[in-house]
């Protein structure tokens, strides 16, 4: 599994629930929503690509892959989530960001690692300048 596709599903969801990996996997509102992702970054990612012996990779080779991360990091909480928790920048740009500007490029669409990007960053934002922006001013 590439470990963009494992930190694309599983870093901005547990930053924004702010939880270990493995809740990811026992709730299941946000199982779906890493699921969700998966199919995503599968699009854009792997969409058009096919595996030595011809066939299309398949969608479950992506979701069992970040499946298996889950489990095995069940404990551990996520570096995006212990970069916003100490107020340090995320690396979301290098991420999301990156499957946002692929997915820009190609013909699949990324809505939902945009939003993550949009969320995180501005999370990112608040803890780096914590200050009301000049539209919300009275």
């Known amino acids: 599994l590439d470990k963009l596709a494992a930190n694309a599903c599983i870093n901005p969801v547990t930053a924004l629930l702010q939880c270990e990996n493995g ?11 890493v699921k969700q992702l998966c199919q995503e970054v599968f699009e854009v990612l792997y969409g058009d690509q096919v595996s030595c012996d011809g066939d299309r990779v398949p969608f479950e080779n992506v979701l069992n892959g970040v499946t298996k991360v889950l489990l095995a990091t069940s404990a551990n909480r996520s570096s995006m989530l212990q970069d916003l ?9 290098y991420i999301n960001g990156y499957v946002v500007q692929m997915a820009k490029g190609g013909c699949a669409d990324a809505p939902l690692n945009s ?16 200050e009301m922006p000049d539209f919300m001013e009275e």
Not at 26 to 31: K, L, S
Not at 85 to 93: C, L, Q, S
Request: hydrophobic fraction near 40%; avoid cysteine; charged fraction near 20%.
């Open 85 to 93: 928790t100490n107020k340090r920048p995320t690396e979301i740009r």
């Open 23 to 33: 809740r990811l996997l026992t709730n299941p509102r946000a199982a779906a929503l």
């Open 115 to 130: 939003v993550m990007l949009s969320l995180i960053l501005a999370r990112d934002s608040l803890n780096q300048h914590n």
